[in-house]
């Protein structure tokens, strides 16, 4: 037996919480958005869209850290992540895959192989979707959302 008896969905619950924050720790691409504004640097040059774009990526992954910082915050303290985590989970998933994709995008033909430069952005992308079933799905994730912090009715789809 772990925990108290009666009391086995609350530590189920508190175990994925805690999953969910650390699947969705680190940076995108696994530390590397140095990498992507990098490649931007060599091949988007006054592209106005795509600078639009990788400032979005900037901005929101600056975000992500905050979300991540709360969090850690809250855990230090004892406190259950709750479904913060949940909310971190999806948005960090989502915008893995962008930063990913926006990566192969940068590197045009060649972005649809899988030598060179591209094998390491094809590996992140198959792996950033991955992320997006792993510690719950993207729609599972939605429903904790839409039931505990916004308080909608239960899902019974």
Do not use: Y
Not at 2 to 13: D, I, K, P, S
Not at 58 to 66: I, N, R
Not at 96 to 116: H, I, N, R, V, Y
Request: proline letters at 2%.
């Amino acid at each position: 037996m772990v925990g108290e008896v009666g009391r086995g969905w609350t530590l189920a619950r508190t175990t994925l919480a805690n999953e969910r924050v650390a699947m969705s720790a680190g940076s995108a691409l696994g530390g590397s958005l140095e990498q992507l504004v990098g490649l931007a640097a060599r091949v988007v040059g006054d592209d106005a869209v795509a600078l639009d774009r990788l400032g979005r990526l900037v901005a929101d992954e600056q975000t992500l850290s905050v979300m991540a910082h709360r969090t850690t915050l809250r855990q230090v303290s004892g406190t259950d992540p709750g479904p913060g985590a949940s909310v971190r989970k999806l948005v960090s998933g989502l915008h893995q895959q962008d930063a990913t994709e926006f990566g192969l995008e940068l590197l045009g033909a060649d972005g649809a192989t899988t030598d060179g430069e591209a094998a390491a952005w094809s590996a992140m992308f198959l792996a950033m979707r991955a992320m997006t079933i792993a510690g719950g799905t993207t729609e599972v994730q939605r429903n904790l959302i839409a039931e505990r912090l916004l308080g909608l009715p239960r899902d019974d789809a």
